[in-house]
């Protein structure tokens, strides 16, 4: 992983490059205190501050430089608005001429990290790191977190398939478990299929070395409270005896994004010290093509009790996640999160850069809105629809696992998930992508964090580590 801890420093008087930002309000007049010359080279450049991400090099005498940089709005920095400067500019130290970066600092960070270990040679020019100085020391460490957490989640949904099965995703797991001093346990063979019956039908039709498994996590004193956190670990979906399109088959290798947004948190959460005692589920399966797949009309048991008919194999997600929020609900926490690349049908509703948020609990929906408004993490609340839990009746179960009409998909997979939460625990259930289609400064195509941020913000303003704790 990128080493973001060298490229973000605490202001020690060391030398910098300025970085001189304005808007399309600032910008003349910051013009009418340059030298002719800055002048003639920024209309040659056609920079006019009000288009963002654009910058111009200011060269000085020997290897000095200052940079002018549009943004959408200098009294309120977006973190990706120096994005763009830390992907382009040259190796060297850099430091705002006014004003500290903020959030601003994480899309520093995230513009100098991409997955290398699939390319054979670097298509682009060696450059050395490009390094922000910042006069906010006590934010240095809690952003590299925050870069550390995001590429986390884009490295293992960009991750092929053929090399992240289920027993990879636990050595992910277990990395971070070692790395914050937490406790795992792992449930497979006989035992999953007699615990969580769910899971091991999903997964049952993948090979002996891509067995389904639940791995489990948890970090903190028992007697802090206790908060669930649970992620969608499908490592591919070719959608069972219900088998997907090539094209609805091609980026099924980040079906696993729920699980690795959940991951994530986890990390996040030790990383600062919340007062809580975290349990992290994570149900890893393959939905995979065999004789011995899971097939449509099948009636399987979940570890709730509640039995469930198949209607459709590529609906295995919520299938996973049943078990899963079964089991977190056993331990009684006070709250309870879960993230799932879980329906198509919410990236109809609203697109691939706006996750669809369910909870049945107005505060902890509030919360989300309004951290994710503030650092440009940002949730779209759902309906969580109880008449369409009919939708979901059986002939022959208690419940099935998909409706026959297409519509309102999302909320229909929530309505199944509903059943299986215990019914006075505050949840949240965020139907993210996962990825993103097109490249923007600081946030390439492929895998993407979207959610995470928001979600960990309101954990840590509901859990904010006393001073002792740090």
């Known amino acids: 992983m990128t080493d973001f801890n060298s490229l973000l420093v605490a202001d020690r008087g060391q030398k910098a490059h300025p970085i001189h930002l304005v808007d399309k309000n600032s ?28 910058f111009v090099i200011l060269p000085r005498k020997a290897d000095e430089l200052e940079v002018v940089s549009a943004v959408a709005d200098t009294e309120s920095l977006s973190p990706w608005c120096l994005a763009k400067l830390g992907e382009s ?7 705002l001429a006014s004003g500290e970066p903020g ?48 590429s986390l989640v884009r490295d293992l949904v960009d991750t092929p398939a053929g090399d992240l099965g289920p027993a990879e995703l636990e050595k992910a797991v277990r990395q971070v478990a070692e790395l914050i001093g937490a406790e795992i346990r ?13 899971i091991a039908a ?61 991951l994530a948190l986890a990390r996040l959460v030790a990383g600062e010290r919340l007062p809580v005692r975290l349990h ?19 009636i399987v048991k979940s570890r709730q009790g509640l039995h469930v008919e198949i209607d459709n194999t590529d609906a295995e997600g919520r299938l996973v996640l049943a078990d899963a929020l079964t089991k977190a609900g056993e331990s009684e926490p006070e709250l309870i999160v879960d993230f799932a690349t879980l329906t ?21 929906a509030d919360q989300l809105a309004r951290s994710g408004k503030e650092i440009a993490d940002p ?64 946030r390439p195509k492929g895998g993407e964090a979207l959610g995470l941020r928001a979600f960990f913000a309101v954990l840590e303003e509901r859990y904010r580590p006393l001073p002792t704790q740090r």
Not at 390 to 408: F, T
């Open 344 to 364: 198509g049908a919410a990236r109809v509703a609203l697109g691939p850069d706006l996750p669809a948020l369910f909870s049945n609990n107005d505060e902890l």
């Open 280 to 298: 992290l589920l994570i149900p890893a399966v393959e939905n995979a093509v065999s004789g011995n797949a899971l097939r449509p009309g099948d």
């Open 89 to 95: 500019l040259p190796e060297g130290t850099y430091k």
């Open 186 to 198: 792992v449930t497979s063979g006989k035992d999953l299929d007699e615990g969580y019956p769910l």
């Open 27 to 54: 910008f003349e007049d910051w013009a009418k205190t340059r030298p002719a010359e800055d002048l003639a080279l920024l209309k040659a450049h056609r920079f006019d501050g009000k288009t963002g991400f654009a």
């Open 379 to 442: 949730t779209w609340r759902m309906p969580i629809w109880d008449a369409y839990e009919e939708m979901l009746k059986s002939d022959v179960a208690d419940l099935a696992n998909a409706a026959g009409s297409p519509m309102a998909g999302a909320v229909v997979a929530t309505m199944f998930l509903k059943r299986f939460v215990p019914k006075e625990t505050p949840w949240a259930h965020l139907d993210t992508y996962a990825w993103r289609d097109k490249a923007k400064p600081g």
């Open 202 to 262: 999903v997964g049952r039709a993948a090979t002996a070395e891509r067995a389904p498994r639940l791995i489990e996590l948890e970090w903190g004193r028992p007697d802090h409270p206790r908060v669930a956190v649970i992620g969608k670990g499908v490592c591919f979906d070719s959608g069972g005896l219900d088998l997907k399109p090539a094209s609805g088959m091609r980026l099924m290798k980040k079906d696993m994004g729920g699980a690795a947004h959940a």
């Open 103 to 150: 959030q601003a600092a994480l899309g520093w960070l995230l513009a100098q990290h991409r997955l290398e270990a699939y390319r054979s040679k670097n298509d682009e020019p060696e450059r050395g790191p490009r390094i922000l100085v910042t006069g906010e020391p006590a934010r240095v460490d809690p952003t590299v977190r925050q870069a550390e957490a995001v």
